[in-house]
């Protein structure tokens, strides 16, 4: 059955901390895919190429939210980028089921400020590894 994504989360555990990263307007999927390797002979029936699967790579997931100075995971996110560290992160649905992977903070940035709008910001995870779908 379909479910909702209000309610949804995402957390980090830094040195044997979970902190939720909160003010978050969006999570972007997680995506799945491999690369294609060429393994077509000269002597290939029909003329067609032929591939198998080579390495999978898990991607990247984009956080965006509102920029919250004072957020514990925001600022948690700040700090993973400057230290490069690739940690654990549990995304969490409403119904409890959860996403768990490592990933390091490849991007962050703070939003343009526009008259009569909100600041935000956005971070990238770089996945590095799997994922366990729980």
Do not use: W
């Not at 994504?5 to 978050?24: E, K, W």
């Not at 198998?52 to 984009?62: A, I, N, R």
């Not at 990933?103 to 971070?123: E, I, N, P, R």
């Amino acid at each position: 059955m379909p479910q909702k994504a209000m309610g949804t989360s995402i957390s980090c555990r830094y040195n044997d901390a979970d902190t939720v990263i909160g003010r978050l307007k969006a999570i972007s999927e997680i995506k799945a895919d491999s690369e294609a390797v060429d393994v077509t002979c000269l002597d290939a029936e029909n003329g067609y190429r032929q591939y198998v699967q080579g390495l999978k790579d898990m991607g990247e997931v984009t956080l965006e939210g509102f920029y919250d100075a004072g957020q514990a995971g925001q600022q948690m996110l700040r700090t993973l980028y400057e230290a490069g560290d690739a940690v654990p992160f549990t995304v969490t649905f409403p119904d409890k089921s959860k996403v768990q992977f490592t990933a390091f903070v490849k991007s962050h940035a703070l939003g343009a400020a526009q008259v009569d709008g909100a600041v935000g910001f956005t971070a990238v995870l770089r996945l590095t590894g799997g994922v366990t779908l729980l």
